[in-house]
């Protein structure tokens, strides 16, 4: 059983910043499997970030202003977000595709006001 936690949303001005946690317990290979998406309003889930062999992928959206990072011995994966515009508005989500059939954690609410 894999389980995920994700922390840090909240509401925050255009052009602010928010750092999300997201601590993974239970039988979990490696961080390296581990990515953030989020869903709008209406929209469909869409990745954001995600950690590929041994680099990094992001939305084009977020290229440049979001960074994903981890701590291996916190079980933990972080997403800093910087320069948030009002259309980063959404739940993000932490997964892990490994072990299958993959795990989502219950979502953390950001919210940027223009």
């Known amino acids: 059983q894999v389980q995920l936690v994700e922390s840090g949303g909240g509401l925050v001005q255009a052009g602010g910043s928010l750092r999300l946690s997201c601590v993974v317990s239970g039988s979990i290979f490696s961080l390296s499997v581990v990515g953030w998406y989020r869903q709008a309003p209406g929209k469909q889930r869409e990745l954001v970030a995600v950690?590929?062999?041994?680099?990094?992928n992001y939305a084009d959206s977020v290229k440049g202003r979001f960074t994903i990072s981890r701590d291996s011995p916190k079980n933990t994966v972080y997403l800093q977000m910087n320069s948030l515009k009002p259309e980063d508005t959404a739940v993000y989500y932490c997964?892990?595709?490994?072990?299958?059939?993959?795990?989502w954690g219950k979502g953390t609410l950001v919210t940027v006001s223009s």
């Open positions: 950690f590929t062999g041994g680099s990094t």
């Open positions: 997964n892990t595709r490994l072990p299958l059939p993959g795990y």
